[in-house]
């Protein structure tokens, strides 16, 4: 909340970028506190552009992790990518849902956990086609960002002014639980199918 505070857009686009990376940065700890903000009145951040800086945040580093995979390799990352937040047993997962959807794949996993952070690698392995690559990556992405950022909206607006109270925020919070529960009952199936669909035969 500090960095997006502080940070504004700039915040948002780099932890964004951070999370479509190798460093564990949930976007879903990202995307709400920052339209929270943009609900304030007075903010100099808006709605759209929250999704926008997310956005933008995640194809970037989607596109880093695209480009390392392609410099560097499979036996690479394979050999010294548990040291990077890689491990084999992760990134061989990712290989298997991007070898059996190809560019859905890719498109699909910017709401799937796990998958959403190292789908990047095994596209550029693939040397899938860059273009389809970042159309796939960038509405997947804006999507994720949109659902994301209308429930932090949807907490600021009824809650304005809730900034500078964190025992109201966290009560506001706990208020659209029900929406929570919903999205990670959501993310639970959605897990449960990756696996299902990339288990090895």
């Not at 879903?28 to 903010?43: F, L």
Request: hydrophobic share 55%; glycine share 8%.
């Amino acid at each position: 909340m500090q960095w997006v505070a502080d940070w504004g857009y700039a915040g948002v686009c780099l932890l964004m970028a951070m999370e479509s990376s190798v460093i564990p940065v949930p976007s879903e700890v990202v995307v709400p506190p920052a339209a929270i903000v943009a609900s304030q009145e007075g903010a100099a951040m808006s709605f759209w552009g929250v999704v926008l800086a997310g956005t933008v945040g995640s194809y970037l580093g989607s596109c880093c992790m695209y480009v390392c995979a392609l410099l560097v390799g499979r036996p690479f990352i394979l050999k010294f990518g548990k040291y990077f937040f890689m491990p084999a047993h992760k990134v061989e997962t990712a290989e298997i849902f991007m070898r059996n959807y190809s560019t859905a794949g890719i498109f699909f996993a910017r709401f799937l956990p796990v998958i959403r952070h190292l789908i990047s690698i095994p596209a550029g392995l693939a040397r899938v086609n860059f273009l389809t690559f970042s159309l796939a990556t960038i509405t997947g992405s804006a999507i994720w960002c949109t659902v994301l950022a209308w429930f932090g909206d949807k907490v600021g607006s009824e809650h304005p002014g809730i900034l500078g109270d964190p025992e109201a925020l966290v009560a506001a919070v706990k208020a659209e639980s029900h929406l929570v529960v919903l999205g990670v009952l959501l993310l639970a199936v959605l897990y449960s199918v990756m696996k299902y669909l990339t288990r090895k035969k």
